[in-house]
């Protein structure tokens, strides 16, 4: 072997390890992380030992085959799943392992889902109002006399659902039951019940499933503007390699539960190793 084909070696060798290396940033200092996670489901190992840390108005994709653990370490991060002993949650620095849902979307944790959770005989404007409820957390005295403190809430609400609504292109689907809408308009309501939070960060599982080409599109300027605008972090499940290398900062690659590579879209997509997984090839 040739000087230089050993240097190439040991420059390939390096940049593979830095793609197996651990989180950019630690998981207690980051907006959301977890360390040392780990979910089984009786012989099953969903997610097996990850540790991420994202950072604040980061855009961090996760990608990887079916059943590599995408969505259940999602479910973990926002509350759904609790970790098996030995796995920490960070949300903004806190440890929040163990705390239910609604106690993360009130601190700043925002996540929409692959299935749609909306009310379906409910209209556009109801379904993004209900989520506001959680947000503001009224006491009871001024929920029921809905006068005073409960009728400034009320009407602070309102304002804030109308301003998402028209952003997200549905001013015109507001008093449309969601049964009665297509997926496209669907995703956008649920990513509206998402922002009704006002999260620093959001989990995103497959927004764009199912979606038309313009639909995916416009989906994407949205995300785009809320990233750059408002500083939001994202963290997005998503299949089209395309879609996840042009938006992304970084992406996280699992398999079979567990990461094996994390960098910026051009270095992963060019490993081998993400190449086998997603080929079967070497």
């Known amino acids: 072997m040739s000087v230089d084909d050993a240097n190439v070696g040991s420059d ?16 207690e200092d980051a907006v959301i992380g977890c360390r040392d996670v780990t979910k089984t489901f009786g012989t099953v190992t969903a997610v097996d030992d990850v540790s991420i840390g994202i950072e604040p108005g980061e855009w961090v994709s996760i990608v990887g085959p079916n059943g590599a653990g995408k969505t259940t370490l999602l479910n973990i991060l926002n509350g759904f799943y609790t970790p ?12 929040v392992t163990g705390t239910p849902e609604h106690y993360r979307a009130r601190n700043g944790l925002g996540r929409t889902f692959q299935g749609l959770e909306l009310f379906e005989d409910e209209d556009v404007i109801e379904n993004v109002m209900t989520v506001r409820a959680v947000k503001n957390r009224p006491n009871l005295l001024s929920a029921m006399l809905f006068y005073g403190a409960g009728r400034k809430t009320e009407a602070e609400n309102m304002r804030r659902v109308e301003e998402i609504l028209d952003y997200l292109e549905l001013w015109e689907h507001r008093h449309s039951k969601i049964a009665t809408l297509p997926l496209g308009v669907r995703r956008r309501v649920d990513l509206a019940r998402s922002l009704a939070l006002e999260p620093d ?32 972090a994202l963290v997005m499940i998503e299949h089209d390699l395309e879609v996840v290398t042009s938006v992304s900062d970084r992406m996280i690659v699992m398999q079979k539960g567990g990461v094996i590579a994390r960098g910026p879209p051009e270095a992963v997509t060019e490993d081998p190793e993400v190449a086998r997984v997603y080929t079967g090839v070497d």
């Open 201 to 232: 960060v959001l989990l995103l599982d497959e927004a764009m499933s199912g979606l038309t080409f313009d639909e995916k599109y416009d989906m994407i300027r949205f995300l785009t503007d809320l990233h750059e605008q408002e500083d939001l």
């Open 12 to 27: 390939t060798d390096a940049a593979a390890a830095s793609l197996r290396s651990g989180p950019a940033i630690p998981p």
């Open 84 to 95: 098996d002993p030995g796995g920490t949650v960070y949300l903004s620095g806190e440890d």
